[in-house]
C-alpha cells in the first residue's frame, strides 16, 4: 500500500512538470534523464558536487 507521505513526494513534482512539460514522450524523458542523474550521482560516477548545477540545467532544458 502507497503511504501517503509517499504519494504526495511522487504527485507534487509531477504536478509541476506538467506545466512545463507538454506531453508524455517529454515527461518520460525528463524523468529518465532525472533517473540518470540520481543514479550516476550514487554510483559515484558523476562528482556530487555539481549535483545541483545538473538537475538546475536539465530543469529549465
Known sequence: ??????LDGLCRPTESLARL???RAETEVFWAA????ATLTRAG???S???GRR???LAVA
Not at 500500500?1 to 509517499?6: D, E, F
Not at 532525472?34 to 542523474?37: E, I, K, V
Open 21 to 23: 512539460i507538454s506531453g
Open 34 to 37: 532525472l533517473h540518470g542523474l
Open 45 to 47: 560516477r558523476l562528482p
Open 49 to 51: 558536487e555539481d549535483t
Open 55 to 57: 538537475v538546475e540545467r
Open 1 to 6: 500500500m502507497v503511504t501517503s507521505p509517499l
